[in-house]
């Protein structure tokens, strides 16, 4: 019966632990914050526009970026499970007496308070370029729940193939992967300029079902209940799948 406080309280030390990184290197913590904004810079005022884009192309490009940032931060996540592993700190952990899966839940918190802090400094940003956001204060958090919860999802994902990689040396491989990934979506450009079958491709990744109804909440001109019930079903579906992989991978771990 008490095992609820000792997780709470195992995880939180976990936590406490992965923010005690930031102050030690505040290095990696602000390449993280950084780049996103770069790119929102780089495709803002460098590239200009996207194909088929219509009205003002950074109303089009900010929910896209915001959903793309969230995408982008599961290399960040399989680096730090991997160095730990590599290292044989996890193991370390392992020995102690805590509860089974606090190091995780504890990776996780930390990584979804940088994803927060993200989505503040690529907001302000975005305003300070001319973007608005013409939804009312209930669009607005119900957006950021959304970004969010993908990351949420995508954390999972990173987790699960840290531990299944088990090295550093592998995430190269994986980020390999993510940028394809990332940039076959609705991001940065409308699938309807582009050839049929890839448009059909790309609107169903799931990062362009978070962006489109990103774009629907924040963009006032209505909302598609689908659009914004995709952008909930994906994350879940991914969650569904990974969060136990990783439960599973992180219990039998040196067996």
């Keep these: 019966m008490a095992v609820a406080p000792y997780v709470l309280t195992d995880s939180w030390t976990m936590t ?3 923010l005690a990184h930031w102050a030690r290197q505040p290095g990696q913590v602000l390449v993280a914050l950084v780049f996103p904004v770069m790119l929102l810079l780089m495709f803002g005022y460098l590239v200009g526009g996207g194909r088929g884009v219509t009205g003002d192309y950074v109303d089009y490009l900010v929910p896209g970026m915001l959903a793309l940032t969230m995408a982008f931060g599961l290399e960040g996540t399989m680096l730090n499970v991997t160095q730990d592993l590599d290292k044989g ?3 370390r952990f392992r020995s102690l007496p805590m509860t089974n899966g ?3 839940v504890g990776r996780s918190a930390a990584d979804m308070l940088q994803s927060a802090v993200a989505l503040a400094l690529m907001t302000a940003v975005a305003y300070a370029l001319g973007w608005r956001a013409h939804g009312g204060p209930g669009a607005f958090l119900g957006a950021v729940g959304l970004l969010l919860l993908l990351r949420f999802a995508m954390l999972w994902v990173g987790i699960h193939l840290a531990l299944v990689a088990g090295r550093p040396e592998m995430v190269q491989a994986v980020q390999i992967l993510v940028w394809p990934v990332g940039f076959f979506s609705n991001a940065l450009a409308t699938p309807d300029a582009m050839p049929h079958w890839l448009g059909t491709a790309v609107r169903w990744n799931p990062l362009s079902r978070t962006a489109t109804a990103v774009r629907d909440l924040l963009g006032g001109q209505g909302v598609d209940p689908g659009h914004v019930g995709a ?7 991914l969650l569904a ?3 136990p992989l990783a439960v599973r991978k992180f219990a039998r771990l040196g067996r």
């Design 89 to 91: 700190v996890i193991d």
């Design 102 to 104: 606090a190091v995780l």
């Design 241 to 243: 799948v990974f969060f």
């Design 231 to 237: 952008a909930v079903v994906w994350p879940l579906g």
């Design 16 to 18: 406490r632990r992965e």
